[in-house]
């Protein structure tokens, strides 16, 4: 399964939104040079999950909106970057790594429970109803590719 990934485009085009320069925005990122900024940017690497939220915050922007996936129905994945998160961070009582990454991933299964929905909701800052969206929307994603490769 794909994973959202940050886009170089959009970071770019936030920052010149900003009317920063990668210096300042390494500034206001506490980076140690602005070349990280600049290979973002370019997609020859992807910042790490941590980075997400604090560059959409720095730039005025949503998480999702770096991501380059619909904000209005983003997958979970997506979700747990915005918040700022590896996938094994994710984890609460009664949610091991595994099971996370079966949602993610939208494995086809039973329906996660309401208590997993509600402490994934937690660990990741958002409403039920946006998490058991973007569960629905990481299996759909997940049946489209299956079929795509039939």
């Avoid at 980076?31 to 973002?40: D, F, G, H, K, M």
């Avoid at 997940?142 to 490769?149: K, V």
């Amino acid at each position: 399964m794909a994973r959202p990934l940050l886009r170089g485009d959009r970071l770019q085009a936030a920052r010149e939104a900003m009317g920063l320069t990668r210096e300042e925005l390494a500034t206001k990122l506490e980076l140690s040079s602005p070349a990280r900024i600049r290979v973002w940017e370019m997609g020859l690497e992807r910042p790490r999950p941590r980075y997400v939220p604090r560059l959409a915050a720095a730039l005025g922007v949503d998480p999702v909106y770096l991501l380059g996936v619909d904000s209005g129905d983003p997958p979970l994945a997506a979700l747990r970057l915005a918040a700022g998160l590896a996938t094994n961070e994710v984890t609460a009582p009664g949610v091991s790594v595994m099971t996370y990454v079966r949602l993610e991933d939208g494995r086809p299964g039973a329906d996660p429970s309401a208590r997993v929905i509600a402490a994934i909701a937690e660990v990741l800052g958002v409403d039920v109803p946006r998490v058991e969206a973007a569960v629905r929307r990481s299996r759909s994603d997940h049946a489209a590719l299956a079929s795509f490769g039939s």
